[in-house]
């Protein structure tokens, strides 16, 4: 007892913040089961794709300890209260098309396309105007926590940011010309 609690603080209660916080999109692959941690990472990420199969489930009453990693703060803002009730009091084991429903997961697609489905967004994602992507996760993590008065502050700097990058240039342009914008990440 209290080996678990000694090593969260450096282990999982440092990595779900760094994701979290990190301005690089994160994109989460899930196939098979995701339970306890594995759930929080899927939930921490901006983006999980899973196969229809995979499993969702939050083992802690089921085992008799309360949940760890996030997971009673993450679960309620992605599926609601009622919801991450239902799975942390209940253990109730969602499937990936439930969990694309629900809000847990962006999307569930047969396990055949899984890779295909996560490829091309990564793809999207990297292809992307990365700085501005970055300042937009940025944004919507500290409007968890953020008046309405400080988070058009946050929104009134990042454009700023977002605003003398070569991106933002190609973006305008390709506005005016009419076709889709080739971002390169600066």
């Known amino acids: 007892p209290g080996g678990v609690q000694r090593r969260l603080p450096t282990t999982a209660h440092r990595l779900l ?4 916080r990190t301005q690089v999109p994160v994109v989460c692959r899930v196939q098979g089961w995701a339970a306890g941690i594995g759930l929080h990472l899927a ?26 990693s996030a997971g ?10 009622v919801r991450a009730r239902e799975m942390l009091l209940l253990g109730r084991v969602v499937d990936g098309e439930e969990a694309a429903t629900w809000g847990l997961i962006h999307a569930a697609v047969p396990p055949g396309e899984l890779d ?10 990297a292809t992307g105007p990365t700085v501005a992507l970055g300042l937009t996760k940025w944004l919507l993590h500290a409007s968890a926590g953020a008046d309405l008065e400080t988070q058009l502050r946050h929104e009134a700097f990042a ?20 076709r889709d914008p080739r971002f390169e990440g600066r």
């Open 43 to 68: 939930l921490a990420a901006d983006f999980t794709i899973a196969a229809t199969d995979a499993r969702f489930w939050e083992p802690f009453a089921a085992r008799g300890f309360t949940p760890d």
């Open 116 to 125: 295909t489905a996560v490829g091309a967004l990564v793809e999207r994602l």
């Open 72 to 81: 009673s703060w993450l679960l309620p803002r992605r599926v609601g209260e």
């Open 17 to 20: 913040p760094a994701l979290l």
């Open 159 to 178: 454009l700023e940011l977002s605003a003398r990058t070569a991106d933002f240039r190609e973006g305008l342009a390709a506005f005016a010309e009419r």
